[in-house]
């Protein structure tokens, strides 16, 4: 209304300043101004409703499938531009996750000659020592394993067998994974560790489940008696290889 007030002042103005004669020809100009309708314009315009938050969005590693883009013609709401910022973040840290440091080497590794590990039970058991990974399902760890082992006797001789097994999601579901093909089976000297073979053990684990996957040294004897010790130098190499399963954008 102040922009018409305006007007109508300025009107005034002009028509007290003119030749007109009657002066209810410029009364007649004011009311006819008057019911003319006035638009104001806004002197502040209104807030920006796609403005940014000053909170950032947080990823979560999931391959979102649809990414939905506003529709045409219908008035567009911040949080429809979100949902396509989302899922596209979304996208980036799940190929973050997968292809970063596509192989990474974790590694134990002790020139000390001291035991890694010493297996007296005809059941399989876990060496203390361990090399863990954090990896997700589908991702495949290699097992490059070195060190010095025997079997000895205090009876009738006998072998320790050794191979490795890999805990996966070690703190949550705990899932056993053993591998195939990587059994060494020691056969008893009669003799101290210090004079038996070297040993080299290498093993395929596929993961089945995201989180940290700890690979272990086990081993197991085949009676009453017989001791299989592994000591060092030993290099324990797990190499992790990240794989990113097809998925359909």
């Known amino acids: 209304m102040k922009l018409k007030a305006l007007f109508i002042s300025l009107l005034v103005a002009v028509v007290a300043c003119s030749n007109l004669e009657a002066p209810q020809d410029s009364e007649a100009i004011v009311a006819r101004v008057s019911a003319l309708d006035f638009e104001e314009p806004n002197a502040d315009p209104p807030e920006d409703s ?3 938050k000053t909170t950032a969005l947080t990823a979560v590693p999931v391959f979102t499938a649809d990414v939905f883009p506003p529709n045409p013609g219908s008035p567009v709401q911040a949080s429809d531009v979100e949902a ?3 899922a596209l973040l979304n996208r980036t840290a799940y190929l973050y996750a997968r292809v970063s440091a596509y192989v990474s080497p974790h590694v ?4 000390s000659a001291a035991s890694f590990g010493s297996f007296t039970s005809t059941s399989y058991a876990n060496a203390a020592n361990y090399v863990q990974v954090p990896a ?3 991702d495949t760890l290699i097992v490059l394993f070195q060190a010095v082992a025997g079997a000895s006797s205090v009876g009738a001789p006998g072998t320790g067998t050794l191979d490795f097994t ?14 195939n093909g990587a059994e060494r089976v020691i056969e008893d000297s009669g003799t101290p560790i210090g004079s038996s073979a070297h040993l080299n053990m290498m093993a395929y684990i596929p993961v089945t489940a995201d989180g940290n996957a700890r690979v272990y040294l086990r081993g197991k004897v085949s009676g009453v008696g017989i001791t299989c010790d592994v000591a060092g130098p030993v290099s324990f190499i797990v190499i992790h290889i990240k794989t990113t399963p097809p998925v359909t954008p």
């Open 50 to 52: 796609m403005g940014l």
């Open 84 to 86: 396509g910022e989302r």
């Open 108 to 111: 134990y590794v002790t020139n």
């Open 136 to 138: 997700l399902s589908g």
């Open 166 to 179: 890999s805990v996966q999601d070690f703190g949550g579901a705990a899932i056993t994974v053993n591998p």
